[in-house]
């Protein structure tokens, strides 16, 4: 069964930028895309990016667009968020998913494969 783990997480400054990193165990036929999750306490979780498993498009949330984007590891079966310009507001355990629906999933129902989270906290 395929595998999926993040790291990268941490305390970072308002303003600054941090890069998570998503490894997984590899991609099958019916592997669409590689998606960002983040949820704050007492919060739903939250949609923040996907790419499609060949790397070749990136369809991400409006409320990171701008600041976020999602890269394709050189790594085989790796895949970068990268967050620029943090805020406060984007303190939350982030979360790596594989889908095996077709692109562009946005739900998370769709998603098949989790990682374990990794917490981001932003400091003022």
């Known amino acids: 069964q395929m595998q999926v783990a993040e790291s990268g997480g941490g305390l970072v400054q308002a303003g600054g930028s941090l890069r998570l990193s998503c490894a997984s165990s590899?991609?099958?036929?019916?592997?669409?895309?590689m998606g960002w999750f983040r949820q704050a306490p007492g919060q739903a979780r939250e949609f923040i990016g996907v790419?499609?498993?060949?790397?070749?498009?990136?369809l991400l949330a409006d409320v990171v667009k701008g600041r976020f984007t999602i890269s394709k590891g050189n790594a085989e079966n790796t895949v970068y968020l990268q967050m620029n310009s943090l805020e406060t507001s984007d303190t939350a355990v982030y979360y790596c998913?594989?889908?095996?629906?077709?692109?562009?999933?946005?739900?998370?129902?769709?998603?098949?494969?989790w990682g374990q989270g990794t917490q981001v906290t932003v400091s003022s």
């Open positions: 998913a594989v889908a095996e629906h077709n692109y562009p999933p946005t739900l998370a129902h769709e998603f098949t494969y």
């Open positions: 590899g991609r099958t036929i019916s592997t669409h895309g």
């Open positions: 790419m499609n498993w060949r790397g070749t498009d990136v």
